[in-house]
């Protein structure tokens, strides 16, 4: 906020990053990936699958184990359908990450893929599962089966992205291929960028501004856990392996693409929550994050991190797969996380919102000054500042003692924690007068 005197510091004014006085702003994400990012049982016999269909209805409701390739799929698209019940009925819109092909209808065009690569670095010693290992020997797409999502609907997520999309939610990107990116080339990443975008744009989907790393890839926690000193390509003998995030040139090429934030940074984890920062001093922001799942398993532990994210004023995205909401007990769990958050939304403390809106707002309110005038007494003149090119709707300012507002009309509200104002147009300032009582503000 811009000073214009001590009148600001006296009054206690400033700002608020988030929607309305909200303390913190909270996210719900999905990792959202089909069987394309791990392979395909390729020799599966038809009366198999014939037998999976068959027994499909138990399965849904069962703990059985669906998480290998082609089980895979089929467990993301029925985690998805327990997912948008739950957000549906609670009301709460979410940020769905998706990989190329959950953009996908189908590929009856035999359409290759630019991006097909290998992955050289995914070996058992770095931490990989054989889910992924197989990669290291054969491009990533070596199983496409060339149909469409009625035939291979655990390949092909075009239909249920399309409902996904038209009940309110966003979908932002999880890379085509689903690599490693801090140890990815540099021209890989390039390549998987520009067409994620472009499948996104001839599939009716907006561009994205935010990518989450498949793999939580940023690269630091890979090597943190294994405490390895060398990278594909690269001996760092020597340097603080702390230091190996995304090269610059990965950073520029994803800025180049449009994406102008990043979640699941895995230096990050671990890490308390905070408000939007850039990414290791680079030409890009991150947010930060923390897996859901403990978090819908002990209750305590999600109060925890709520609390922690209030007190940090953070921008915190709480993000899982689909694949873990998928039993009637998991149902059930993410429940019950769901309405603690929505529980606290509807109170005003935390904003619950996609990733996208959470940080449009705030590079808005970045746009924004408050500037304060002595009139007489306890009494000032309030002038909010949008220098930007887009309205920011419910901008909040935080002040210190209880704010009685004198000669405004509707578009500004007294709230706990100080004042909302509805509308703020671009290149506008909006003034009225306020004062300033000692004793506490209580609705």
Same mark, same amino acid.
């Given at each position: 906020?811009?000073?214009?005197?001590?009148?600001?510091?006296?009054?206690?004014?400033?700002?608020?990053?988030?929607?309305?006085?909200?303390?913190?702003?909270?996210?719900?994400?999905?990792?959202?990936?089909?069987?394309?990012?791990?392979?395909?049982?390729?020799?599966?016999?038809?009366?198999?699958?014939?037998?999976?269909?068959?027994?499909?209805?138990?399965?849904?409701?069962?703990?059985?184990?669906?998480?290998?390739?082609?089980?895979?799929?089929?467990?993301?698209?029925?985690?998805?359908?327990?997912?948008?019940?739950?957000?549906?009925?609670?009301?709460?819109?979410?940020?769905?990450?998706?990989?190329?092909?959950?953009?996908?209808?189908?590929?009856?065009?035999?359409?290759?893929?630019?991006?097909?690569?290998?992955?050289?670095?995914?070996?058992?010693?770095?931490?990989?599962?054989?889910?992924?290992?197989?990669?290291?020997?054969?491009?990533?797409?070596?199983?496409?089966?060339?149909?469409?999502?009625?035939?291979?609907?655990?390949?092909?997520?075009?239909?249920?992205?399309?409902?996904?999309?038209?009940?309110?939610?966003?979908?932002?990107?999880?890379?085509?291929?689903?690599?490693?990116?801090?140890?990815?080339?540099?021209?890989?990443?390039?390549?998987?960028?520009?067409?994620?975008?472009?499948?996104?744009?001839?599939?009716?989907?907006?561009?994205?501004?935010?990518?989450?790393?498949?793999?939580?890839?940023?690269?630091?926690?890979?090597?943190?856990?294994?405490?390895?000193?060398?990278?594909?390509?690269?001996?760092?003998?020597?340097?603080?392996?702390?230091?190996?995030?995304?090269?610059?040139?990965?950073?520029?090429?994803?800025?180049?693409?449009?994406?102008?934030?990043?979640?699941?940074?895995?230096?990050?984890?671990?890490?308390?929550?905070?408000?939007?920062?850039?990414?290791?001093?680079?030409?890009?922001?991150?947010?930060?994050?923390?897996?859901?799942?403990?978090?819908?398993?002990?209750?305590?532990?999600?109060?925890?991190?709520?609390?922690?994210?209030?007190?940090?004023?953070?921008?915190?995205?709480?993000?899982?797969?689909?694949?873990?909401?998928?039993?009637?007990?998991?149902?059930?769990?993410?429940?019950?996380?769901?309405?603690?958050?929505?529980?606290?939304?509807?109170?005003?403390?935390?904003?619950?919102?996609?990733?996208?809106?959470?940080?449009?707002?705030?590079?808005?309110?970045?746009?924004?000054?408050?500037?304060?005038?002595?009139?007489?007494?306890?009494? %000032?003149?309030? *002038?909010?500042?949008? @220098? =930007?090119?887009?309205?920011?709707?419910? &901008?909040? $300012? +935080?002040? !210190?003692?209880?704010?009685?507002?004198?000669?405004?009309?509707?578009?500004?509200?007294?709230?706990?924690?100080? %004042?909302?104002? *509805?509308?703020?147009? @671009? =290149?506008?300032?909006?003034?009225?007068? &306020?004062? $300033? +009582?000692? !004793?506490?503000?209580?609705?």
């Amino acid at each position: 906020m811009r000073k214009s005197g001590p009148v600001e510091e006296q009054a206690g004014i400033r700002l608020s990053p988030y929607r309305g006085l909200a303390a913190a702003a909270v996210a719900l994400s999905f990792d959202y990936e089909t069987s394309a990012a791990y392979g395909d049982l390729a020799n599966l016999k038809s009366k198999l699958r014939g037998a999976f269909f068959r027994n499909m209805g138990r399965i849904w409701q069962s703990r059985k184990d669906l998480s290998f390739c082609y089980g895979l799929g089929y467990g993301m698209r029925h985690g998805a359908e327990n997912v948008l019940a739950v957000l549906g009925w609670l009301g709460v819109r979410a940020t769905w990450f998706a990989s190329g092909h959950a953009l996908l209808l189908g590929n009856r065009e035999r359409k290759a893929f630019r991006i097909n690569q290998t992955l050289p670095y995914a070996t058992r010693e770095a931490g990989f599962t054989e889910i992924v290992t197989w990669r290291r020997d054969k491009p990533t797409f070596s199983f496409e089966p060339f149909s469409d999502h009625t035939k291979h609907p655990y390949w092909y997520f075009g239909d249920q992205s399309a409902r996904i999309a038209a009940a309110g939610h966003d979908i932002q990107c999880h890379t085509v291929s689903h690599p490693y990116v801090a140890l990815e080339p540099p021209e890989n990443v390039a390549l998987d960028l520009e067409d994620w975008q472009a499948i996104a744009v001839a599939n009716g989907f907006r561009p994205a501004t935010v990518l989450a790393f498949p793999f939580c890839g940023d690269a630091y926690r890979l090597y943190d856990r294994l405490q390895l000193r060398t990278q594909i390509g690269k001996t760092v003998e020597g340097e603080p392996y702390r230091v190996l995030v995304c090269p610059d040139q990965t950073i520029r090429l994803l800025r180049g693409n449009g994406i102008q934030l990043l979640t699941r940074c895995g230096s990050r984890i671990g890490a308390r929550p905070g408000p939007f920062s850039t990414y290791y001093d680079a030409p890009i922001h991150c947010m930060s994050d923390v897996l859901a799942v403990p978090l819908m398993q002990h209750p305590g532990l999600l109060g925890e991190a709520v609390r922690d994210a209030i007190d940090a004023g953070a921008a915190l995205d709480l993000w899982l797969h689909p694949l873990s909401v998928f039993s009637v007990e998991e149902c059930s769990q993410f429940e019950a996380m769901v309405g603690f958050l929505v529980d606290f939304s509807k109170r005003g403390t935390i904003w619950l919102a996609p990733i996208s809106e959470i940080w449009e707002h705030s590079r808005r309110v970045a746009a924004c000054t408050v500037t304060v005038e002595a009139i007489a007494g306890n009494e %000032l003149r309030v *002038a909010a500042r949008n @220098a =930007g090119e887009a309205t920011v709707s419910e &901008l909040g $300012l +935080e002040v !210190s003692d209880r704010p009685i507002v004198v000669n405004a009309d509707a578009n500004v509200r007294a709230h706990e924690r100080g %004042l909302v104002i *509805a509308q703020l147009g @671009a =290149g506008s300032t909006y003034s009225f007068r &306020l004062r $300033l +009582e000692s !004793s506490p503000w209580t609705p």
